[in-house]
C-alpha cells in the first residue's frame, strides 16, 4: 500500500525505521529483527541507506522481503548525492521491479573525500532533483525528510522553512521528521508550517535513548536541543546504564502519549536502532492509546 493512501486512512500511523547490517554483518541478522517486530503490526517498516558501507541493493533486498514475505508495508530510504542519473535510473527500476512502493527521497551526506576532490561535481546537489526524477515513474509515494530545529547545514531556520516548501512543491506525499527531544519545538515547527502554507503530513521520528554514546553522537550529527528534563534524567543516570535505558524508554512513551493526544501529529515513527525489545516496550505501553484513536477513526 502506498503510504499516501494509508495516511488518508489510518491517522496517527505508527511505523518503524530499521537499518541494514554493516559489511562485516551477515544480512540475515536483520530479519532477526524483523521476525522479533512483525507481531507489533507496524503500519510500515522503513529501510535505511546501508550502515557502514552496506550498499543500495541491501536495502532494496529488505524492503522487499518485509512486503512481500513478511505481509508488512515497507520504504525504502534512496539517497542521490553520490550517484549519477542513470545509475539512479537502473535504481529505481530495480525498487519498482521488487514491489516496493514508497520510497524516501534524500540528498544523503557526502563523503569528506568527495568534499575534498575539488573536481567532483555532482549530478545531485539536492533532494528535490532526486523527487523530480522519481516522479517520472509514476507509481511510488514520495516521502522527505524535515528537521523541526533547522537542518544542520542551513543558515537560518526561515531559510530552512522555504527550503522545505520548495520540496514539497516538487510532489512529496508525507515528511518524516529527524529526531527531537522537545516537542514544544515540533510544535512550533508545524505552526510555521501551516503560516507557509505547508500541508504536507507529518511523521514525528522518535528515537528512545538507550545510553549516553548514544546522546553524544546524536549532538554531534543534528545539534538537537536536549530539554532541561531530558538533561536532568541524563545527569541523574548517566553512570547506570540498565536505569537510563528505562528512563530513556519512559521518556519516549511520554512524547509519543503526548504527541499523539495533541492532534498534531500525522503518524509516529520510531528509530527502533535494530533493538526489538525497547520497541515492543514502548508499543505495549501506547496500545491502548492507539486501540482508541483507532476506534475513534471508525466510529
Known amino acids: 500500500m502506498k503510504i499516501k493512501d494509508m495516511l488518508i486512512a489510518t491517522r496517527p500511523t505508527v511505523s518503524f525505521e530499521i537499518f541494514p547490517p554493516k559489511a562485516n554483518y551477515p544480512i540475515e541478522t536483520i530479519y532477526e529483527t524483523i521476525e522479533a517486530l512483525k507481531d507489533l503490526r507496524p503500519d510500515f517498516i522503513s529501510v535505511t541507506y546501508g550502515a557502514g558501507g552496506t550498499s543500495q541493493d541491501n536495502t532494496i533486498e529488505i524492503a522487499s522481503k518485509i512486503k512481500n514475505t513478511y505481509g508488512i508495508d515497507s520504504i525504502a530510504h534512496l539517497t542521490c548525492v553520490t550517484s549519477s542519473k542513470s545509475s539512479m535510473i537502473e535504481t529505481l527500476e530495480k525498487i519498482r521491479s521488487s514491489g516496493i512502493e514508497n520510497i524516501l527521497a534524500l540528498r ?16 545531485y546537489r539536492y533532494a528535490y532533483e532526486l523527487i523530480e526524477d522519481i516522479h517520472k515513474f509514476d507509481n511510488f509515494s514520495i516521502g522527505g525528510a524535515c ?3 533547522g537542518h544542520i547545514e542551513s543558515r537560518n531556520k526561515i531559510d530552512d522553512l522555504k527550503n522545505l516548501k520548495f520540496k514539497t512543491q516538487k510532489g512529496l506525499d508525507f515528511l518524516i521528521t529527524q529526531l527531537f527531544f522537545d516537542n514544544e ?3 512550533q515547527f508545524r505552526e510555521k508550517m501551516e503560516l507557509l502554507g505547508i500541508k504536507t503530513p507529518v511523521l514525528a521520528g522518535i528515537l528512545p535513548v538507550l545510553n ?19 538533561m536532568r534524567i541524563l545527569n541523574k543516570y548517566e553512570h547506570n546504564p540498565e536505569a537510563l535505558q528505562e528512563a530513556g524508554i519512559a521518556y519516549a512513551v511520554d512524547q509519543i502519549i503526548d504527541l499523539m493526544s495533541s492532534g498534531s501529529v500525522d503518524g509516529i ?10 520497541t515492543r516496550r514502548i508499543m505495549e505501553s501506547i496500545g491502548t492509546i492507539r486501540r482508541a484513536l483507532s476506534t475513534r477513526r471508525e466510529g
Open 108 to 123: 544523503g551526506d557526502i563523503p569528506q573525500a568527495l568534499l575534498d576532490d575539488k573536481t567532483w561535481t555532482p549530478e
Open 147 to 149: 528537521y523541526p530545529e
Open 185 to 187: 519545538l515540533f510544535y
Open 212 to 230: 549516553i554514546n548514544q546522546v553524544i553522537k546524536i549532538q554531534e550529527l543534528s545539534g538537537c536541543n536536549l530539554p532541561p528534563k531530558f
Open 269 to 278: 515513527h520510531l528509530y527502533t536502532m535494530n533493538r526489538p525489545e525497547p
